[in-house]
């Protein structure tokens, strides 16, 4: 079985595993260039890291210094010593502080040459020894910062990271307590940002400073050692490629998304009103009716990703109302031709006096006002449908519908009163005012209509005007006083 690979990102979590895992033995680093690194670990705290070949000197150099001149014995010139060999090595020297300080500064050198390897294979082998020195947490968190620090290449994580929605907050159960980091006082600061209401790219843009990876560096760091967490989670601990894994399906499903829209998009303009449904010309009306549903709500916005709503939202809107006009072409050629096959029924029986005056009278009309009365019929079906959607509590299609039947016939009253109450559901100020200019229209066509009246009188009184509103209140009484009684408590203003 081959051994796992290694990058300078990963490594970091494999150092931590151990750490978590409480385990003792030494982690051999095998570099694609030849380097090999060992890190020894006891009840997962880092205890010694040597290089091969640099070994060499700085044992040279060790036993020079404390054993006066002892030359390094053969057997550790092939490999670096374990850390009861060299404790074996340096003897009663091991217990002097500058002994003791010249290898742990070679083991966190070590640990960064680990980090700057451009990757490799690596491979973990289990045993306890005794250690050079008492290992310690405070030095085990020294050695990952400072190898994390020695990483040059930060674009792919920082991409990683940037593509999560998902916010940061400081982790429920760090694995190292945060007093004991050294902190620099930017790092610091970013640390106080991560309420759980930044995102990484929010920390970026609070952030810039002169280091352009310090954000992704402090970050990343963070992640891997427990002390930050995005919220949601994927999970625990923190592992870079499940983020990658996570973005790559995103991303593909995005372009799976802006690929559907495009091609429907395109359909939408070159295709007759059955081809945009999916359906035949010799298809039933309820299989008309499912498709339409159907195609609708698979191109509802909120069924797509948030980036692709942004890219693609004209061409959403596009398709929304190109599905409704397409439905009620549909519709309208299904009628007209129901009429035709009627004419030709009634060309074929004889002919009554009332069908004679009835021709005479459509023969006396002139182009202009067969095109209005069609007009007026098209805005009719577009009025019924809205009605339908009204009652159904989709307010959204009705005012697509309303605003379809206006286009053909602006001066159906009851269409604009409708469009109004519709309108009125959404507080914005605008389409709050957009709904009171509809429902005083329908009243300027309809003046008579004493519905129109309450209408306008419950807006105004959901408003807070409540003298407007009575006085709109008894315009519609005064029209049709039977509707006092009707209306009761709830058409009388406030006092």
Known sequence: MSEPRFTCHTLAEILRDRFLGEESGRLILAGDTGEEIRIHFSVGLLDLALQNGPHLQFLADLLASSQKGMALPPALRQEPPGPAALAGLLGEAVSRPE?????????????????????????????????????????????????????????????????????????????????????????????????????????????????????????????????????????????????????????????????????????????????????????????????????????????????????????LKIIETGLVEAYLKVQSLRMDAAGERNRERAAESPASLEDMKGRRLEQSKTSRQAEQDENVRRAEQYLQQARDHYREGDFHNTIQFCNLALKHADTLAECHALLGQALERNPDRRWQLRAEKEMKRALELDPWNPHFYLHLGEFYRRQGMEQRAARYFEKAFRISPSLRAAAGDNARPST
């Open 99 to 315: 002994v003791r300080q010249a290898v742990r500064s070679e083991t966190l050198v070590s640990v960064q040459e680990a980090f700057r390897l451009s990757g490799g294979h690596w491979r973990f082998e289990p045993g306890q020894e005794p250690g050079c020195f008492e290992p310690e947490v405070p030095f085990t968190l020294e050695a990952f910062l400072k190898g994390i620090g020695a990483v040059t290449r930060w674009a792919r994580v920082g991409r990683i990271l940037g593509a999560q929605k998902r916010c940061l907050r400081p982790a429920t159960v760090p694995l190292f307590q945060v007093e004991r980091l050294p902190l620099a006082p930017e790092e610091g600061y970013l640390l106080g940002l991560m309420d759980g209401q930044v995102t990484f790219e929010d920390l970026r843009a609070l952030f810039p400073g002169s280091d352009p990876d310090q954000v992704t560096r402090f970050v990343y760091a963070g992640l891997v050692l427990g002390i930050v967490e995005f919220e949601p989670a994927l999970a625990s601990p923190f592992r870079l490629e499940a983020y990658a894994e996570q973005d790559r399906e995103v991303r593909e499903r995005e372009d799976r998304e802006l690929d559907r829209i495009d091609r429907f998009y395109e359909t939408l303009r070159r295709s007759s009103p059955y081809g945009i449904l999916g359906v035949t010309d010799g298809a039933s009306w309820d299989e008309i009716r499912h498709a339409y549903e159907e195609r609708k709500e698979s191109f509802r916005a909120e069924l797509f990703l948030p980036d692709v709503r942004t890219q693609r939202r004209e061409e």
